[in-house]
Nanobody, 114 residues
Framework: QVQLVESGGGLVQPGGSLRLSCAVS????????MAWYRQAPGKQRELVAS???????YYADSEKGRFTISRDNAKNTVYLQMNSLKLEDTAVYYC????????WGQGTQVAVSS
């Protein structure tokens, strides 16, 4: 069973930066499109960005120019570099495959507050 372990969240002021990491167990990582999702309080989980096994990248409109998704196949890890953070970026961030999902990890909390 694939396990997902997200880390790197924290409290940051508006305009700040964070780098999230997600370690994925299993060799299936290398052939999988990976994605970052987030769920804000009272809202549905939404797709933030994805990266295919071949490196094709997608960003949701609100993240374009601010977030950068990347992956390291040697480390079975996917990253999300988040710059120019806004209050509305506050959420629990999760990684998983796309489309569909393995069992969700615990996520990592990102709180943007002044």
């Amino acid at each position: 069973q694939v396990q997902l372990v997200e880390s790197g969240g924290g409290l940051v002021q508006p305009g700040g930066s964070l780098r999230l990491s997600c370690a994925v167990s299993g060799s299936i990582f290398m052939s999988s499109t990976m994605a970052w999702y987030r769920q804000a309080p009272g809202k549905q989980r939404e797709l933030v960005a994805s990266i295919s096994a071949g490196g094709r990248i997608y960003y949701a409109d609100s993240e374009k120019g601010r977030f950068t998704i990347s992956r390291d196949n040697a480390k079975n890890t996917v990253y999300l570099q988040m710059n120019s953070l806004k209050l509305e970026d506050t959420a629990v961030y999760y990684c998983n495959r796309f489309p569909g999902s393995w069992s969700w990890g615990q996520g990592t909390q990102v709180a943007v507050s002044s």
